[in-house]
């Protein structure tokens, strides 16, 4: 399996999940350390750690530092923003200037560091108005590309509902960032199409994005040169009810949170290691025999955002297999 190179770029390493709690229960010692073994020897090459708040940012930077003291390449790194529903706390903070101001520092300081590599997670969350409302959430959306802009970072954004705002709000601020992705895309071909008019923007596909026969059907209109892929763990897993399971190949023994064992997946969590998993319904669904090759270019599509750096050495890769790395 370690001959495909992946690059996960959602894991929500910052959720309790990870630390072996539960809703409010400790089933199990904190694992992060056994879930990235597991990743690094399926072949996930990098792994992004979202930050969906002031705090969940600065807690993704510090697991990023985790990784990469004695790595000659660092394999762990993180994004710094505000989920759209979690927007309200620039205002419950009582100084959202100076709240904007703390991210702001803390993208420059994970920068220096070379940990931050987008801003993010942040967009349009329609589904869950209950948590902020839509128009503090578009205020907010609209600030964080000042973030990008600043930093002169790429965006790590979400859309969920909101397909007609959200693209409204990128073309006014198109020139703000140089590149994005909207991430556990799970919308229409209408959709999609809307996303794909942006030629800086690529599409997340994790678990959620390929449930149903109808969500395998927009994703085979995804141009694989327009394509990244995720987990977004702990959740969005391939669940065996969801369309694309027949595609599946890559398995993992699994175990109840309440017997845990470090050997197995924890049953109903999701983890980076699964990220294969999306390769293999991707390839499927789209007809790609040669899983090798598809995954190159989804890591050119993925460093090219988020690690430009190193497009040379991809480039090459790709070359060599007779791909064009454009």
């Given at each position: 399996m370690a001959?495909?190179?992946?690059?996960?770029?959602?894991?929500?390493?910052?959720?309790?999940?990870?630390?072996?709690?539960?809703?409010?229960?400790?089933?199990?010692?904190?694992?992060?350390?056994?879930?990235l073994s597991r990743a690094w020897s399926a072949g996930v090459d990098r792994i992004i750690v979202t930050g969906g708040s002031l705090e969940e940012s600065k807690n993704a930077l510090a697991i990023a530092e985790t990784d990469g003291l004695q790595l000659v390449v660092s394999r762990l790194f993180c994004t710094v923003g505000v989920h759209p529903t979690r927007c309200s706390e620039f205002e419950e903070s009582g100084d959202p200037d100076k709240h904007f101001e703390a991210l702001l520092s803390l993208a420059k300081e994970g920068v220096e560091k070379g940990k931050v590599v987008a801003i993010g997670e942040c967009g349009l969350d329609y589904d869950r108005i209950h948590f902020c409302p839509a128009e503090i959430q578009k205020k907010y959306f609209v600030k964080q590309f000042e973030l990008a802009d600043r930093m002169k970072l790429p965006m790590f954004l979400h859309m969920r509902a909101a397909a007609s705002d959200f693209c409204h709000i990128l073309e006014q601020n198109k020139e703000r960032f140089s590149a994005g992705v909207a991430h556990s895309f799970t919308g229409t071909a209408e959709d999609r199409d809307k996303l794909l008019s942006f030629n800086n923007l690529f599409i997340g596909i994790n678990g959620c994005s390929l449930k149903m026969p109808e969500n395998l059907d927009v994703v085979k209109g995804i141009p694989i040169e327009r394509m990244m892929i995720e987990t977004d763990s702990p959740y969005c897993e391939i669940k065996n009810t969801h369309a694309g399971i027949s595609y599946v190949r890559s398995l993992w023994p699994s175990k109840k949170k309440e017997k845990y064992d470090e050997q197995c997946l924890v049953k109903g969590r999701n983890e980076p290691c699964l990220v294969r998993q999306v390769l293999e319904v991707v390839a499927g669904c789209k007809g790609i025999a040669n899983q090798d090759e598809l995954s190159t270019t989804l890591y050119h599509n993925t460093c090219r955002v988020f690690f430009p750096q190193d497009l040379d050495s991809v480039a090459d890769a790709l070359i060599a297999r007779g791909q064009s790395p454009m």
């Open positions: 001959k495909i190179r992946m690059i996960d770029i959602a894991v929500n390493f910052t959720d309790g999940m990870f630390k072996g709690i539960y809703n409010g229960k400790q089933c199990h010692l904190a694992d992060i350390s056994t879930v």
